[in-house]
């Protein structure tokens, strides 16, 4: 039954019922109704000037005018024609009063529409699937993939950056689906697959829909957790539906974000043959290189965790292609950028490049992200122009997390917070191979009562044992200088997070990245598979032991070292401590000045906010009797955490 056929049946259903309302109601107000005992009182007290009989129905009308209506009993009456005569009662009779057409009409075929609508709502179910997924209960084996055209997509490779060369893998795809004879004239056949893996936020589903945007192919986008369902064997029927509407669009594009939600390995105790998901990927598996090949269909997928994927799924002739979506470099930082400041007006003062420089490890979703708040802070600040200083501002807030300036600290615990961040800021500076200082804050941000900032020179993509040395020796900075000034009583909770990270580091020194003598290069246990059944311990209670011991002996010798330097510069934690609390917030050349014993500069934009504070800067000043030579630190290449 066509569409317009149902909407015609619809419309004159409708419009029967309405008629048939307003022929009820055409007659105006229905005068009140009496019992027949009041009426035959009525009669015989002669205040009944006429009545109208119609069956049971009496209209009367009173010598004053006035209508009413009363019902004759199913009983015979002779006696009331003689009173109503007797009374000179005006007697008129008039036939029962039949329903109107309409409503016998619509009495008539209500059978007939009642068994038409059943039938409509049976065929909408049966066919609810067939446009995408959309329907009632009955479709739930439908597909719930949605399908776009190609002139729905408007992504191409030019709103992609930072990802060269996977766009340059993926590219090849586009040749596939523009021209597939170029390739089959040499033997060549389209790839049945594309994994994309990598971190989140790199751009996976971006790049995926920029396939289908160059190609201008049809796109059938789904998430994995759809396949899925309470009901056994639903997931496998979506499946079906799924490649079958596809080979209907050959050639096409179906894209599965989140593969890893119906892909998971098999056999790792979960679940058993009956199991949703194992029917639900047995399926995928059948469809992708099965008996009968899907040819014009290429499945390309996402997933953050490749690992946990069965190795079925990830063999050639499924996933011919495993391309890995990374961080982008300052290169790739640097173009994603200029991506996502096509619509912001932007100060000819920034320097795209160097914002990149300083977001090392940020994905292509964290630059998307600064660009917006630098925008929102340039916003409230009445702003025609984003600048370099609001760009500042939304790393800040990014990697530190927002102020929370209406926090209410004593001064007590501000000093406290201030030694505590000079002794992550003063051993950071001191270590060989550290990343430089960027800031140090007693400002509280996000959970932290204080922050210091250590930012990388370059990308980095390994660390040395000299390097994660010194950063063990940061992260204890900060205890330390409590337990220095404070005494061991005076230790705080600070540190918490600090002896966490650094419990974790000296640990995986130990087990995963044989960086001791003792232990030697062997991977200890791999607790961390997201495999059931392929994680935990591999090694004797003894070798537990010695572990222990090991993780034990690296962090003493790195809690000693920072302590020394600490005891040695204890001048030079104090003056930080007295900068910090003027200031609030000290940068590199303020730590510079610290660490060589000058008299603080006050930061860049102190003067704007505090005119009356004059010229000369901070009172901090590290006692000279201590010595003016500048402590030298080693190289510091890459990947400095936040510590607070």
């Not at 067939?130 to 739930?140: D, E, I, K, L, V």
């Not at 979506?325 to 003062?349: A, M, N």
């Not at 400002?443 to 932290?448: N, T």
């Given at each position: 039954m066509s569409e317009m056929a149902k909407n015609l049946i619809l419309w004159i259903i409708i419009a029967a019922v309405l008629l048939s309302i307003f022929q009820n109601f055409k007659e105006g107000p229905t005068p009140p109704t009496i019992s027949y005992t009041n009426f035959v009182d009525e009669v015989q007290s002669e205040r009944v000037r006429s009545v109208v009989i119609q069956g049971q129905m009496i209209h009367g009308t009173r010598n004053d005018g006035t209508s009413f209506v009363a019902i004759r009993p199913a009983v015979p009456d002779d006696g009331m024609m003689k009173d109503l005569l007797n009374h000179n009662v005006n007697v008129e009779g008039k036939e029962p009063e039949k329903p109107s057409i309409w409503s016998q009409l619509l009495l008539a075929a209500f059978p007939i529409l009642l068994?038409?609508?059943?039938?409509?709502?049976?065929?909408?179910?049966?066919?609810?699937?067939?446009?995408?997924?959309?329907?009632?209960?009955?479709?739930?084996?439908k597909s719930k993939a949605k399908l776009l055209n190609e002139d729905q997509i408007k992504t191409t490779f030019a709103d992609v950056a930072g990802v060269d060369e996977a766009k340059e893998d993926v590219g090849e795809l586009v040749e596939f689906l523009s021209d597939p004879s170029k390739f089959q004239s040499v033997g060549g056949r389209i790839p049945r697959g594309v994994l994309l893996s990598g971190p989140p936020g790199t751009g996976k589903t971006l790049l995926a829909k920029a396939i289908a945007g160059e190609a201008k192919v049809p796109f059938f986008s789904i998430s994995g957790s759809d396949f899925v369902e309470m009901f056994v064997g639903v997931g496998a029927s979506r499946v079906r539906d799924m490649f079958e509407q596809a080979k209907k669009q050959a050639p096409c594009i179906i894209f599965i974000d989140e593969i890893d939600a119906v892909g998971r390995a098999r056999g790792g105790g979960w679940g058993g043959g009956n199991d949703e998901r194992e029917q639900t990927l047995n399926q995928l598996l059948v469809e992708m290189d099965g008996f009968e090949g899907n040819e014009g269909v290429i499945v390309i997928a996402a997933s953050n965790r490749p690992d946990v994927l069965d190795s079925a799924l990830m063999r050639p002739?499924?996933?011919?292609?495993?391309?890995?979506?990374?961080?982008?470099?300052?290169?790739?930082?640097?173009?994603?950028?200029?991506?996502?400041?096509?619509?912001?007006?932007?100060?000819?003062?920034?320097?795209?490049?160097?914002?990149?420089?300083?977001?090392?490890?940020?994905?292509?979703?964290?630059?998307?992200?600064?660009?917006?708040?630098?925008?929102?802070?340039?916003a409230r600040a009445d702003k025609r122009l984003v600048t370099t200083e609001e760009f500042e501002k939304a790393r800040d807030k990014i990697m530190m997390g927002a102020e929370r300036r209406s926090l209410v600290m004593s001064e007590e615990e501000k000093i406290n917070t201030a030694y505590h961040e000079a002794g992550h800021a003063i051993i950071g500076r001191?270590?060989?191979?550290?990343?430089?200082?960027?800031?140090?804050?007693?400002?509280?941000?996000?959970?932290?009562?204080?922050?210091?900032?250590?930012?990388?020179?370059?990308?980095?993509?390994?660390?040395?044992?000299?390097?994660?040395?010194?950063?063990?020796?940061?992260?204890?900075?900060?205890?330390?200088?409590?337990?220095?000034?404070?005494?061991?009583?005076?230790?705080?909770?600070?540190?918490?997070?600090?002896?966490?990270?650094?419990?974790?580091?000296?640990?995986?020194?130990?087990?995963?990245?044989?960086?001791?003598?003792?232990?030697?290069?062997?991977?200890?246990?791999?607790?961390e598979s997201a495999i059931p059944g392929q994680g935990g311990k591999n090694f004797s209670g003894a070798t537990s032991q010695q572990i222990d011991e090991?993780?034990?002996?690296?962090?003493?010798?790195s809690y000693e070292r920072a302590e020394t330097l600490l005891k040695d510069n204890i001048d030079i934690l104090h003056a930080m401590k007295d900068a910090l609390m003027e200031y609030e917030t000290i940068d590199a050349e303020q730590v510079d000045d610290l660490m060589a014993r000058r008299q603080v500069r006050p930061p860049r934009d102190w003067h704007d906010s505090h005119p009356d504070q004059g010229d000369s800067g901070s009172s901090a000043v590290v006692n000279p009797e201590v010595g003016a030579e500048k402590p030298e630190r080693g190289d510091a290449p890459i990947g400095g955490p936040l510590e607070g």
């Open positions: 068994i038409v609508l059943i039938f409509m709502f049976f065929m909408r179910q049966m066919q609810g699937g067939a446009g995408g997924g959309r329907g009632g209960p009955m479709s739930f084996g002739g499924r996933f011919d292609r495993q391309i890995y979506v990374g961080l982008p470099d300052i290169r790739g930082r640097e173009q994603i950028l200029k991506v996502h400041v096509r619509k912001v007006p932007l100060d000819d003062k920034v320097d795209l490049h160097v914002i990149a420089r300083g977001t090392p490890g940020f994905s292509g979703a964290d630059l998307a992200n600064l660009v917006n708040e630098a925008a929102l802070f340039a001191l270590m060989p191979q550290h990343d430089p200082i960027h800031k140090v804050s007693i400002i509280p941000r996000g959970r932290a009562l204080g922050v210091t900032q250590f930012l990388p020179e370059e990308d980095q993509y390994s660390m040395s044992k000299l390097k994660l040395t010194s950063q063990l020796c940061s992260l204890y900075g900060g205890r330390i200088a409590e337990e220095l000034i404070n005494g061991a009583d005076g230790v705080t909770t600070g540190a918490s997070n600090d002896i966490e990270r650094a419990s974790q580091l000296a640990r995986s020194m130990v087990t995963r990245w044989g960086l001791t003598e003792k232990m030697g290069p062997i991977l200890y246990g791999d607790e090991e993780v034990r002996r690296i962090i003493d010798e």
